[in-house]
Antibody
Framework: QVQLVQSGAEVKKPGASVKVSCKAS????????MHWVRQAPGQGLEWMGR????????NYAQKFQGRVTMTRDTSISTAYMELSRLRSDDTAVYYC?????????WGQGTKVTVSS | DIVMTQSPLSLPVTPGEPASISCRSS???????????LDWYLQQAGQSPQLLIY???TRASGVPDRFSGSGSGTNFTLKISRVEAEDAGVYYC?????????FGQGTKVEI
C-alpha cells in the first residue's frame, strides 16, 4: 500500500545534527514533491520545506535556511531531512508528507529530542 | 508569508450536532486557474495528520460526506454536518498557494 515510513526517534545534544529518513512505497517516488513538517510538543504544524525527488530541487522556509538540507536517493525511494546546529527548541516530531493534490500521505513521524 | 487564522481555537460539540470551523488568510488563496489553494487536515490524538479537504472544497479519498469545505479568496469554512465521536481531534487549515506553506493555529474539537 501507499505509505511513508520514517526512521526512528533520535536524541541529540545542542549543536549536533540530525538526519531523518522517509522511505516511500506503493507509488512513484519521483512523481510528487516530498515535504517536511514539524510539530513541537503541544504546538501546531510548521512547514519546513520541500524537495522535488525527480530533480533534487529544494525550497526551504526562510526560518530554516542555512540549517536544513533536504536530499533524496531515488534508487531506494527515500528522502532525507538533515537539520544542523540543533537547539532545544528544535525538539519536535518531524513528518514527511507527499501527494498529488495535497498531503495525501504522511509518515508516522520521527521524534527528535534535543537535550544536554 | 501568508498568515492563516482559525476560529474558534476550541470547539466543544455534541454527537449528532453540526460543527463549523472558520479559516481566514491574510492574502487571497484564489489562483488565476480558478482554484483556491486551501486544504484541511485532521490530527487525531497521537496520530499523523490526515487530509480531509483540498482545493477548498474537494473531499479527499475515503473522507465521509459529512465533511464539507467551502469559501473562496480569504474566507473558508469546514463544516461537519453531524459530528461523530471519531471526529475528535485538532483541525488545521493550510494554504498551499505559495511557499512557505503555512498552517492555521489549529482548532481542537472535543466531543
Amino acid at each position: 500500500q501507499v505509505q511513508l515510513v520514517q526512521s526512528g526517534a533520535e536524541v541529540k545534544k545542542p549543536g549536533a545534527s540530525v538526519k531523518v529518513s522517509c522511505k516511500a512505497s506503493g507509488y512513484s517516488f519521483t512523481s510528487n514533491y516530498m515535504h517536511w513538517v514539524r510539530q513541537a510538543p503541544g504546538q501546531g504544524l510548521e512547514w519546513m520545506g520541500r524537495i522535488n525527488p525527480n530533480s533534487g530541487d529544494t525550497n526551504y522556509a526562510q526560518k530554516f535556511q542555512g540549517r536544513v538540507t533536504m536530499t533524496r536517493d531515488t534508487s531506494i525511494s527515500t528522502a532525507y531531512m538533515e537539520l544542523s546546529r540543533l537547539r532545544s527548541d528544535d525538539t519536535a516530531v518531524y513528518y514527511c508528507a507527499s501527494g498529488t493534490d495535497a498531503f495525501e500521505i504522511w509518515g508516522q513521524g520521527t521524534k527528535v529530542t534535543v537535550s544536554s | 508569508d501568508i498568515v492563516m487564522t482559525q476560529s474558534p481555537l476550541s470547539l466543544p460539540v455534541t454527537p449528532g450536532e453540526p460543527a463549523s470551523i472558520s479559516c481566514r488568510s491574510s492574502q487571497s488563496l484564489l489562483d488565476s486557474n480558478g482554484f483556491n489553494y486551501l486544504d484541511w487536515y485532521l490530527q487525531q490524538a497521537g496520530q499523523s495528520p490526515q487530509l480531509l479537504i483540498y482545493l477548498g472544497s474537494t473531499r479527499a479519498s475515503g473522507v465521509p460526506d459529512r465533511f464539507s469545505g467551502s469559501g473562496s479568496g480569504t474566507n473558508f469554512t469546514l463544516k461537519i454536518s453531524r459530528v461523530e465521536a471519531e471526529d475528535a481531534g485538532v483541525y488545521y487549515c493550510m494554504q498551499a498557494l505559495q511557499n512557505p506553506l503555512t498552517f492555521g493555529q489549529g482548532t481542537k474539537v472535543e466531543i
